[in-house]
T-cell receptor
Framework: LAKTTQPISMDSYEGQEVNITCSHN???????ITWYQQFPSQGPRFIIQ?????VTNEVASLFIPADRKSSTLSLPRVSLSDTAVYYC??????????WGAGTKLIIKP | EAGVAQSPRYKIIEKRQSVAFWCNPI?????LYWYQQILGQGPKLLIQ????????DSQLPKDRFSAERLKGVDSTLKIQPAKLEDSAVYLC?????FGSGRNEQFFGPGTRLTVL
C-alpha cells in the first residue's frame, strides 16, 4: 500500500502565505493529487486537484514536480478561518485511495 | 443542491452490540464511499461502490462490517458485533463518476460512534 507523509502541524499568521507539502510514493502514474480541508465535526471539503505542474483556483494553488512524488498546497494570505486540518489524497498503483494523516494548520492573529 | 445525508449523527452502544448507519448520496452520483475516521487520523476507506457494485473493500473488516447499496442510491453500513476500537466517525461521501482520486468527493457530516 502506498503511503503519504505530511507535517503533523503548522502555525502561521493572518495575511501570510502557507505552504503544506505532502510526500507520496507509489502514486499511480495516471492518477491525480487532491487536497481536502476539514473543520471539526465536519466532513472533508475539496480544495484543489491536479496532475502535474501547477494548478490554481480561487482559494489555493497546487504545485506538483515532474516526478510527482510530492505536492505542495499553497494558501495565499491566510485568515483565521483557514484554521483546519488539511489532507492530501492520492491513488496508488493499485488504484486504492490513500489519505495522508493530515496537517493541522493554526492561523494566529 | 442537497448534500450527502447521513444518519444518525451520534450513536452510543455497548461492545458486542450491532449498529447500522445510513447514507443518501447526492442525486446522480454514481460512486459512494464509506470511511472510518479515528480521532486525530485521516479518513480510512472502508468500501467504495460504483452504482450498486463494490469497487474496493480491501480495508473492510469483513468478519464484522458489512455494507450494501441497493438500487445504486442509498447505502447502509453495519457493524456486528461492535468492538471498542470501532469508536470513530463514519463518513459517507459520493462523487459524480468513478476514478480513484480523480473526482471531487462530497462528504456528509458523519456519524460519531462511541462503543462502551
Amino acid at each position: 500500500l502506498a503511503k503519504t507523509t505530511q507535517p503533523i502541524s503548522m502555525d502561521s499568521y493572518e495575511g501570510q502565505e502557507v505552504n503544506i507539502t505532502c510526500s507520496h510514493n507509489n502514486i499511480a502514474t495516471n492518477d491525480y493529487i487532491t487536497w481536502y480541508q476539514q473543520f471539526p465535526s465536519q466532513g472533508p471539503r475539496f480544495i484543489i486537484q491536479g496532475y502535474k505542474t501547477k494548478v490554481t483556483n480561487e482559494v489555493a494553488s497546487l504545485f506538483i514536480p515532474a516526478d510527482r512524488k510530492s505536492s505542495t498546497l499553497s494558501l495565499p494570505r491566510v485568515s483565521l478561518s483557514d484554521t483546519a486540518v488539511y489532507y492530501c489524497l492520492v491513488g496508488d498503483s493499485n488504484y486504492q485511495l490513500i489519505w495522508g494523516a493530515g496537517t493541522k494548520l493554526i492561523i494566529k492573529p | 443542491e442537497a448534500g450527502v445525508a447521513q444518519s444518525p449523527r451520534y450513536k452510543i452502544i455497548e461492545k458486542r452490540q450491532s449498529v447500522a448507519f445510513w447514507c443518501n448520496p447526492i442525486s446522480g452520483h454514481a460512486t459512494l464511499y464509506w470511511y472510518q475516521q479515528i480521532l486525530g487520523q485521516g479518513p480510512k476507506l472502508l468500501i467504495q461502490f460504483q452504482n450498486n457494485g463494490v469497487v474496493d473493500d480491501s480495508q473492510l473488516p469483513k468478519d464484522r462490517f458489512s455494507a450494501e447499496r441497493l438500487k445504486g442510491v442509498d447505502s447502509t453500513l453495519k457493524i456486528q458485533p461492535a468492538k471498542l476500537e470501532d469508536s470513530a466517525v463514519y463518513l459517507c461521501a459520493s462523487s459524480l463518476v468513478f476514478g480513484s482520486g480523480r473526482n471531487e468527493q462530497f462528504f456528509g457530516p458523519g456519524t460519531r460512534l462511541t462503543v462502551l
